[in-house]
């Protein structure tokens, strides 16, 4: 099969699918789709092996011809936020949706009230997350648009 006929498959399929079937829901909580809304769903979903693969490729080769400086602060953003995870782990710090599981365990088991839930966890942890994760990525993002613009 060649790399043009691969690329049709999921539209040759679609199209030759009875009117009824190309517009039915399968649930009360989905909404029916037309015939090109379908045709769209299955050209997004049914993707090959070697579609992925070349995707990856073109986009990894893509990404190479940026400036080495933007490849630079990629790479330190991609360990840092590696690293701040460690960090957080290891230094004890809460995060809102890790945390929340545990604390929300205590809650319902009597534990813990909601009050002490929602203004001794919830409220200062989800402030430090928003200041914390917000800073962290402002700072990286700026620093590889800063160093593409700027050409150092």
Not at 13 to 30: F, Q, R
Not at 58 to 64: P, Q, S, T, V
Not at 124 to 147: D, E, K, R, Y
Request: cysteine-free.
């Amino acid at each position: 099969m060649s790399t043009e006929q691969r690329g049709r498959d999921t539209t040759e399929t679609i199209d030759t699918m009875p009117e009824a079937e190309t517009t039915a829901s399968y649930s009360s909580n989905v909404p029916e789709l037309s015939r090109g809304e379908r045709r769209e769903v299955a050209r997004r979903t049914r993707l090959s092996a070697i579609v992925v693969h070349e995707t990856v490729r073109e986009e990894g080769e893509r990404e190479l011809q940026r400036h080495p400086g933007a490849l630079a602060w990629s790479a330190l953003a991609a360990g840092l936020s590696m690293g701040f995870s460690l960090v957080v782990a290891l230094g004890g710090f809460a995060h809102i949706i890790a945390g929340s599981v545990d604390v929300l365990y205590l809650v319902n088991i009597g534990a813990v009230s909601w009050l002490t839930y929602l203004v001794g966890f919830m409220l200062p942890t989800l402030i430090g997350n928003i200041i914390g994760g917000v800073s962290l990525v402002a700072a990286l993002n700026f620093a590889q648009v800063a160093s593409e613009r700027l050409g150092t």
